[in-house]
């Protein structure tokens, strides 16, 4: 179902750290590690605690926000202007169009600033069948690393 009301999307700032911290924990402890090995799964919620996500947002990542009066619905986060590192959607707005908004907004930025039209992302297999419907596609077999289950993908402009 489209959403009601357009939700404003808005750059990150490292003020926003810790709540993108919540709000990626806790969709990936409801949708995505529960398939992780023990160890996986604590690597991956470290690896997005408040203080890895104020270093990426001072570093070579931009965070787009989408939110719904003070809370986030939505999460994109780009690395080196060519791997989609975020795409997190809120449970309530699953299926609301909005992933493809945030999509959209990374995919104009990117190719502004001198993306050629070539982007990665490390899909959790929660993840895959939305990432399809996005244009991307499998470049290998669901993949591991540190515990981590993940699916390299490939997204390239069309023509």
Known sequence: MPLKRSLAI????????ARISRF???LSEEFI???FT???RAHFL???SAANVEQRLAGDFRFY???DADQIAALAAIRSNTHLY????GKLYQRTGLSRRLWSQVLEDSLALG???KFTVNASNYAVPAYEKLGFRRTESRAQKNGVLYNPMVWTLPG
């Not at 975020?86 to 959607?89: D, N, P």
């Open 10 to 17: 808005r750059r990150a700032a490292p003020s926003d750290a």
């Open 24 to 26: 990626v924990v806790a």
């Open 33 to 35: 590690v529960g398939e």
């Open 86 to 89: 975020y795409l997190f959607v």
């Open 115 to 117: 993306n050629p039209g």
């Open 46 to 48: 470290n690896d997005h």
């Open 38 to 40: 023990p160890q996986g």
């Open 65 to 67: 926000l989408a939110e």
